[in-house]
């Protein structure tokens, strides 16, 4: 099921799963499904069926919309950004991954170890992320891409932590393990089985 949640910062975000970060005693306990996101942000070859679901998911929210796909913290197209052929935003220069300290501040020559390579194409764009963890990473290419004159920016990522949730929804609460959720597609006859997602911090490879 697509679910949407409303902050302060970034407006309507759009996302699957929510997933607990870090839970102590339970490394090596982790589910298929967080076995599966890792997986497809790190292989070489993701076989799962994440990209699918983000693509569909894309297309419930707005399937005319212009697409941005946040980079990764090293210069190279990530996993994410090749399942949707888009090149809107690449690195140049490596950075420090944001999961060592999601606290921080998104440096000031930030931009500089980028390249924008987007194209205007229709009045509403979606910025897309496979993890949403403090929401700074996220606001920061908000920022960036509103010299574009969208009429609306979308935000969605494949997840989002329990404590983002917490912080800007109190009347949400986060079991440590949820029943599956479902998707479903606006393309007739399909749903597909969205567990939600429990890891150790070691194991999240997103940068933000």
Same mark, same amino acid.
């Given at each position: 099921?697509?679910?949407?949640?409303?902050?302060? &910062?970034?407006?309507?975000?759009?996302?699957?799963?929510?997933?607990?970060? &870090? %839970?102590?005693?339970?490394?090596?306990?982790? &589910?298929?499904?967080?076995?599966?996101?890792?997986?497809?942000?790190?292989?070489?070859?993701?076989?799962?069926?994440?990209?699918? %679901?983000?693509?569909?998911? %894309?297309?419930?929210?707005?399937?005319k919309a212009d697409i941005c796909v946040i980079?990764?913290?090293?210069?190279?197209?990530?996993?994410?950004?090749?399942?949707?052929?888009?090149?809107?935003?690449?690195?140049?220069?490596?950075?420090?991954?944001?999961?060592?300290?999601?606290?921080?501040?998104?440096?000031?020559?930030?931009?500089?170890?980028?390249?924008?390579?987007?194209?205007?194409?229709?009045?509403?764009?979606?910025?897309?992320?496979?993890?949403?963890?403090?929401?700074?990473?996220?606001?920061?290419?908000?920022?960036?891409? &509103?010299?574009?004159?969208?009429?609306?920016?979308?935000?969605?990522?494949?997840?989002?932590?329990?404590?983002? %949730?917490?912080?800007?929804?109190?009347?949400?609460?986060?079991?440590?393990?949820?029943?599956?959720?479902?998707?479903?597609?606006?393309?007739?006859?399909?749903?597909?089985?969205?567990?939600?997602?429990?890891?150790?911090?070691?194991?999240?490879?997103?940068?933000?």
């Amino acid at each position: 099921m697509l679910k949407s949640l409303e902050s302060n &910062s970034l407006g309507t975000i759009y996302y699957i799963i929510t997933y607990v970060g &870090s %839970i102590m005693g339970m490394k090596g306990k982790t &589910s298929k499904e967080s076995r599966d996101l890792v997986t497809f942000k790190r292989a070489n070859k993701p076989s799962n069926m994440i990209p699918d %679901i983000i693509k569909m998911a %894309i297309n419930e929210i707005d399937a005319k919309a212009d697409i941005c796909v946040i980079p990764s913290s090293k210069p190279k197209l990530n996993n994410l950004q090749k399942a949707l052929q888009n090149t809107s935003i690449v690195k140049l220069i490596e950075t420090e991954p944001r999961k060592q300290n999601h606290a921080a501040n998104i440096p000031n020559n930030f931009k500089e170890t980028i390249e924008v390579n987007h194209t205007k194409k229709s009045n509403t764009l979606i910025i897309v992320d496979d993890i949403i963890t403090s929401g700074k990473t996220m606001a920061y290419f908000v920022d960036l891409m &509103s010299v574009f004159k969208y009429d609306k920016i979308h935000v969605f990522a494949y997840g989002i932590t329990d404590t983002f %949730i917490k912080r800007y929804d109190k009347t949400k609460s986060v079991s440590m393990f949820e029943p599956c959720e479902i998707f479903q597609s606006n393309i007739p006859d399909i749903g597909l089985m969205i567990p939600t997602l429990h890891f150790d911090e070691a194991d999240n490879g997103g940068d933000e």
